[in-house]
């Protein structure tokens, strides 16, 4: 539920985005009318194929990640195939699909968000204090492992959404509105345009630069990462986290505080890999 208000926080589509969404959908068949300039929202099923995520056929079509160009929502990610991850994996590190038949060969968008969900075992109950777990500690550690460390290291915000209880979930709550949100999205992602890129196309130089962190907090987040056995990968991923972080609160650069939040994001990454 809370994966599919995601594009309702998101800015609308620039015109670019929408023709390129508009024209996956056209190869695949698909009525655009109703679609235009919406953000697309998709989820396949855990028994998708690779096929079914990235495209394919004898006269190549696209797959899922090219008509989610921008949100694919992938819902009990560690039962999707190993190779549908792998898969999913090398097409979140390329930013591009190709597809080679003898006759065809496609080159198809794969710039998407993606968002998956996941239980913390397979009966759903580790760390719930009102229901016991079923699962023993080796049934445990493979279920979590179908989810590789290079893809964990991916996805920038874990977050652990503990089981509310039912009167909790109805309750009425006096939250920031979706408007609200959705405002402080666009200044942030206009602040991001105005500095040259979206943070998520800064290079690792360019990243270093538009956060200008001081010698201190470099040495600090260094030892902070050697600790909780965090990969290389992880710092810079960390640091678009804690500059996309300041952005959204129209701060010229990321503080402490900020990394220290971005840091917290990675909860999987340090429960998987030390747990
Ligand atoms: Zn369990």
Same mark, same amino acid.
């Given at each position: 539920?809370?994966?599919?208000?995601?594009?309702?926080?998101?800015?609308?589509?620039?015109?670019?985005?929408?023709?390129?969404? $508009?024209?996956?959908?056209?190869?695949? &068949?698909?009525?655009?009318?109703?679609?235009?300039?919406?953000?697309?929202?998709?989820?396949?099923?855990?028994?998708?194929?690779?096929?079914?995520?990235?495209?394919?056929?004898?006269?190549?079509?696209?797959?899922?990640?090219?008509?989610?160009?921008?949100?694919?929502?992938?819902?009990?990610?560690?039962?999707?195939?190993?190779?549908?991850?792998?898969?999913?994996?090398?097409?979140?590190?390329?930013?591009?699909?190709?597809? !080679?038949?003898?006759?065809?060969?496609?080159?198809?968008?794969?710039?998407?968000?993606?968002?998956?969900?996941?239980?913390?075992?397979?009966?759903?109950?580790?760390?719930?204090?009102?229901?016991?777990?079923?699962?023993?500690?080796?049934? *445990?550690?493979?279920?979590?492992?179908?989810?590789? &460390?290079?893809?964990?290291?991916? *996805?920038?915000?874990?977050?652990?959404?503990? !089981?509310?209880?039912?009167?909790?979930?109805?309750?009425?709550?006096?939250?920031?509105?979706?408007?609200?949100?959705?405002?402080?999205?666009?200044?942030?992602?206009?602040?991001?345009? !105005?500095?040259?890129?979206?943070?998520?196309?800064?290079?690792?130089?360019?990243?270093?630069?538009?956060? $200008?962190?001081?010698?201190?907090?470099?040495?600090?987040?260094?030892?902070?990462?050697?600790?909780?056995?965090?990969?290389?990968?992880?710092?810079?991923?960390?640091?678009?986290?804690?500059?996309?972080?300041?952005?959204?609160?129209?701060?010229?650069?990321?503080?402490?505080?900020?990394?220290?939040?971005? *840091?917290?994001?990675?909860?999987?990454?340090?429960?998987?890999?030390?747990?």
């Amino acid at each position: 539920m809370l994966a599919s208000r995601l594009p309702g926080i998101l800015p609308p589509l620039s015109d670019d985005e929408a023709l390129e969404v $508009a024209a996956m959908r056209s190869v695949c &068949g698909l009525t655009l009318d109703q679609h235009w300039g919406r953000r697309p929202f998709r989820q396949p099923h855990h028994s998708a194929s690779a096929a079914a995520l990235v495209g394919g056929g004898s006269k190549p079509k696209p797959g899922e990640i090219s008509l989610a160009h921008l949100e694919l929502f992938l819902d009990e990610l560690p039962e999707f195939s190993r190779h549908v991850l792998e898969v999913l994996r090398q097409t979140l590190e390329s930013g591009t699909i190709h597809l !080679a038949r003898a006759s065809h060969e496609r080159r198809y968008p794969a710039q998407f968000q993606l968002v998956a969900a996941m239980n913390p075992c397979p009966c759903g109950h580790l760390g719930d204090p009102r229901q016991r777990c079923q699962c023993s500690n080796a049934q *445990i550690q493979r279920y979590q492992a179908r989810v590789s &460390g290079p893809l964990l290291d991916r *996805i920038d915000l874990q977050v652990e959404v503990p !089981a509310l209880p039912a009167q909790q979930l109805t309750a009425q709550t006096q939250g920031e509105s979706f408007a609200a949100v959705r405002e402080r999205v666009i200044a942030a992602r206009e602040r991001q345009l !105005a500095r040259g890129a979206l943070n998520s196309h800064l290079g690792g130089r360019e990243l270093e630069a538009a956060c $200008a962190l001081q010698a201190d907090e470099r040495a600090w987040l260094a030892e902070v990462l050697e600790k909780l056995r965090l990969s290389a990968r992880a710092y810079h991923r960390i640091l678009r986290v804690a500059l996309t972080l300041a952005d959204l609160q129209g701060e010229p650069r990321p503080a402490q505080p900020h990394l220290m939040e971005a *840091i917290g994001y990675r909860q999987l990454d340090r429960l998987l890999k030390c747990g």
